[in-house]
């Protein structure tokens, strides 16, 4: 059974085939065109997101960071306070009242040197006249 084909069913089929195979590398150019269009476009958006997370983690650091600059912390303070005296105010029973004790002492000193001040009346001291240069002839 040899059947032959005529001429145009086979000229049909093998321009299809070369319109297949001329036209592939266009459609594969523009596939991975498209493809990169969108990596590009996740690649953009996972740069955005990465960076306002970055953004968010820099102002908590910034806003902790003045947070404790304005606001005292009181373990903070006895450490540094332990650190430049040696002396530990919680558990050596540091007493406020010396420090009261020793402003009070302070205070009443000044008092006395301004009522000093206050009451001790000025020694006036007439000025010293000058001597006013004679003119010498020659």
């Known amino acids: 059974m040899s059947a032959t084909l005529e001429s145009a069913v086979v000229d049909a089929v093998s321009n299809s085939n070369f319109k297949n195979l001329s036209e592939f590398p266009t459609l594969h150019y523009q596939a991975m065109m498209e493809d990169g269009r969108v990596i590009g476009k996740q690649m953009n958006e996972n740069l955005v997101r990465g960076s306002a997370r970055l953004n968010g983690a820099l102002d908590s650091l910034i806003l902790r ?13 006895t450490s540094i306070v332990k650190a430049g005296t040696g002396v530990d105010p919680q558990s050596q029973g540091y ?19 301004v009522k000093a001040a206050i009451t001790t009346p000025p020694v006036y001291v007439p000025p010293t006249p000058t001597p006013t240069p004679t003119p010498t002839t020659k």
């Open 65 to 77: 960071g003045l947070k404790d600059v304005a606001e005292p912390n009181m373990e903070e303070a």
């Open 95 to 113: 007493l406020m009242s010396q420090s009261i004790a020793q402003l009070a002492a302070a205070v009443s000193s000044i008092q006395q040197y």
